[in-house]
């Protein structure tokens, strides 16, 4: 059975850091995309960023210079390194794998999900 389990989030102030972390277990994604959504109150789930295993990265728009995504196979561990944070990045935040090696963009075409952690950023 592959779990997603997430980790790392917390209540932060604007400004401060933070890094959450995703441990895949049940299979290796070594060679498989992998991805970071998040969803705020009241709004749709939408895409933050993804890694495919070869390590070509893609970021939304609105945390493009802010966030990193790393992995690591070894760990089979995702990582989502967030800096300089504002409220509006205050939202559940989902870990996503696919069994896909290329790049993904939407939701829609990743197989596995974590539960999800929340990050709050005060003003």
């Known amino acids: 059975q592959v779990q997603l389990v997430e980790s790392g989030g917390g209540l932060v102030q604007a400004g401060d850091s933070l890094r959450l972390s995703c441990a895949a277990s049940?299979?290796?994604?070594?060679?498989?995309?992998m991805g970071w959504f998040r969803q705020a109150p009241g709004k749709e789930r939408e895409y933050v960023g993804g890694i495919t295993w070869s390590g070509n990265r893609y970021y939304s728009d609105s945390v493009k210079g802010r966030f990193t995504i790393s992995r690591d196979n070894d760990k089979n561990t995702l990582y989502l390194q967030m800096n300089n944070l504002k409220p509006e990045d205050t939202a559940v935040y989902y870990c996503a794998a696919s069994k896909s090696a290329r790049l993904i963009l939407v939701r829609n075409e990743y197989d596995y999900w974590g539960q999800g952690t929340q990050v709050t950023v005060s003003s």
């Open positions: 049940g299979r290796t994604f070594s060679r498989n995309t």
